[in-house]
């Protein structure tokens, strides 16, 4: 795919790896529909990705909300024209063990309640459901031969911790595979990423310095991943039609 002049939509585009995605689509020529919750935090992402010489649009959207995800695919199109590409990165944690012990007792003193969980289903499984398939309603009806990219995670191989953030990225995973089959007709490609340990701002601002030496030990490559490592892999998949169907594991070689 041609990128320059292309229409992308990034959700959870607000910073950390939705702003690094939006600067790489945007400096390859596109014109970036970067949506999220905090609207001051979009305008920012705005000024940013326009200071670097590219085009942004914010549209602020709740994409676990069927109709902010229809609104936002149909306000890309009525403002560009077109929809090419859909990098569905949204997502939440809310992380905890299924059940807490107590080590003296051996009583349980505490679980995962279910508002952890729904909320991270919600968000990181029915939000890109809903804007995967409000993305594939705007490809088909404008003829774009688009792609999707679902943003997953290493944790959909099961991370401790988090049963509820691991359920919904091998949901995106499934996903993403099964939207490559159905969606190939129209000429629609589905392929995604699935993160390691990043080094986000917002996790290197909270982490202390002995837990980021430790998740550093477990990485293969020494170190976190950068943003624009990701952001330079989302734009290789749209870039080559031959990725499709698959999950690229950019993680440097961590396995959880």
Do not use: C
Not at 22 to 45: H, K, P, Q, T
Not at 103 to 130: H, M, P, R, Y
């Amino acid at each position: 795919m041609e990128i320059k002049g292309a229409t992308v939509v990034i959700t959870g585009a607000a910073g950390g790896l939705g702003k690094a995605m939006s600067f790489a689509f945007a400096d390859a020529g596109a014109v970036v529909v970067i949506s999220d919750l905090r609207e001051d935090s979009l305008a920012a992402a705005v000024n940013e990705v326009e200071a670097r010489g590219g085009k942004a649009i914010a549209v602020t959207a709740d994409t676990s909300k069927e109709a902010d995800a229809e609104r936002l695919m149909k306000e890309a199109v009525s403002r560009t024209g077109r929809l090419d590409v859909a990098v569905l990165n949204a997502g939440i944690l809310r992380d905890g063990l299924l059940v807490r012990v107590d080590k003296e007792t051996g009583k349980v003193k505490g679980k995962l309640s279910l508002d952890q969980w729904q909320a991270v289903i919600d968000v990181n499984l029915t939000g890109v459901f809903l804007t995967g398939r409000e993305a594939a309603v705007q490809m088909i009806e404008t003829k774009s031969k688009g792609v999707i990219i679902p943003i997953a995670s290493v944790s959909m191989h099961g991370n401790p911790g988090q049963t509820n953030y691991s359920a919904a990225k091998a949901g995106v995973a499934a996903m993403t595979k099964l939207w490559a089959q159905e969606l190939s007709r129209f000429r629609i490609r589905s392929a995604g990423i699935a993160p390691g340990f990043i080094a986000t701002d917002m996790v290197m601002k909270d982490m202390k310095p002995d837990a980021l030496a430790k998740w550093e030990s477990v990485i293969p490559i020494g170190r976190l991943g950068k943003p624009e490592e990701i952001a330079a892999s989302a734009l290789f998949i749209a870039q080559n039609d031959l990725v499709n169907g698959v999950i690229l594991e950019i993680s440097g070689g961590v396995k959880v």
